[in-house]
Nanobody
Framework: EVQLVQSGGGLVQPGGSLRLSCVASGFTFGSYDMSWVRQAPSKGREWVSTIESSTGATYYTDSVKGRFTISRDNAKNTLYLQMNSLKPEDTAVYYC??????????WGQGTQVTVSS
């Protein structure tokens, strides 16, 4: 069974840090680009970051550049998102997912990140 199981997240003050993890199973993790996507209250899903499978190249939406770092450990089948200098506008449910070449495209269960004083 293809699964993505997330952990991390929670409540943090502005300027704080959190790390999200996403453990994959049921497919060859190292063969797929992986992404983080978030959904803020009353908003649609927003792409946050992607890491390529072959090169390890990383990409970020402008609003998180310089603050978030995506990484992966293929030996552990795990994707990470290190989030620093968090802002209230980063408050959202965060999801990990594979690229669309894996069908049906799996999604993690979602992790709430709340940035508030």
């Amino acid at each position: 069974e293809v699964q993505l199981v997330q952990s991390g997240g929670g409540l943090v003050q502005p300027g704080g840090s959190l790390r999200l993890s996403c453990v994959a199973s049921g497919f060859t993790f190292g063969s797929y680009d992986m992404s983080w996507v978030r959904q803020a209250p009353s908003k649609g899903r927003e792409w946050v970051s992607t890491i390529e499978s072959s090169t390890g190249a990383t990409y970020y939406t402008d609003s998180v550049k310089g603050r978030f770092t995506i990484s992966r450990d293929n030996a552990k089948n795990t994707l990470y998102l290190q989030m620093n200098s968090l802002k209230p506008e980063d408050t959202a449910v965060y999801y990990c997912t594979t690229d669309a070449t894996l069908q049906p495209q799996p999604w993690g269960q979602g992790t709430q990140v709340t940035v508030s004083s």
